[in-house]
């Protein structure tokens, strides 16, 4: 059949067969193939990301398992830990006693095996670098405390001093 075509005919089939043969090549073989490429690639880029996240995950599980067992040693340290004598000792320290207003003691509050003691003290004409070495004094103490509530407002008669109200929890084991 292709025998009767003229020359040009055939080279015209020929270009046409060629051109059939190349197009199902690319869209059955060629195109699919790097369709496939680019999807395992964006599948490599999530996973990978994915990979970090849990990464990221894992060092913040162990920091936060480091501050557990820390405040566990903590706990263990504070024993018979009474907060009311220390933070008035505290604040003697820190400042001077005619600067303590008052100590009002917080009901305890059980929580799981533990037990949260709290006090509300009140100062008074108190500098600033006093607060904050009475908050460092509190975070680095032996047994496990926490500031749960600090307000501070300037005196109006002197704009250097402040008026400081803060909440000191420590907590303990239940007996």
């Known amino acids: 059949m292709i025998s009767r075509l003229s020359r040009r005919e055939q080279v015209a089939v020929a270009i046409g067969v060629f051109a059939v043969l190349a197009a199902v090549l690319f869209?059955?073989?060629?195109?699919?193939?790097r369709n496939a490429l680019a999807r395992l690639d964006n599948k490599i880029t999530s996973r990978q990301r994915q990979i970090r996240e849990v990464e990221t995950l894992r060092r913040e599980f162990l920091a936060l398992q480091q501050r557990q067992s820390a405040a566990e040693v903590r706990l263990?340290?504070?024993?018979?830990?009474?907060?009311?004598?220390?933070?008035?000792?505290?604040?003697?320290?820190?400042?001077?006693?005619e600067n303590l207003v008052s100590m009002r003691p917080q009901a305890s509050v059980p929580r799981e095996s533990l037990l949260e003691e709290s006090v509300e003290i009140r100062l008074e004409k108190i500098r600033l670098a006093q607060v904050?070495?009475?908050?460092?004094?509190?975070?680095?103490?032996?047994?496990?405390?926490?500031?749960?509530?600090?307000r501070l407002k300037t005196r109006f008669d002197d704009r250097t001093l402040f008026d400081a109200t803060m909440t000191i929890a420590a907590f303990g084991r239940t007996r």
Request: proline residues 4%; without cysteine; aromatic residues 10%.
């Open 27 to 33: 869209l059955g073989v060629i195109d699919p193939y």
């Open 76 to 97: 263990d340290k504070g024993g018979a830990f009474s907060l009311f004598p220390f933070v008035e000792e505290l604040v003697g320290q820190i400042a001077a006693k």
């Open 132 to 150: 904050i070495r009475l908050l460092y004094a509190v975070d680095s103490a032996d047994a496990l405390l926490q500031v749960k509530n600090l």
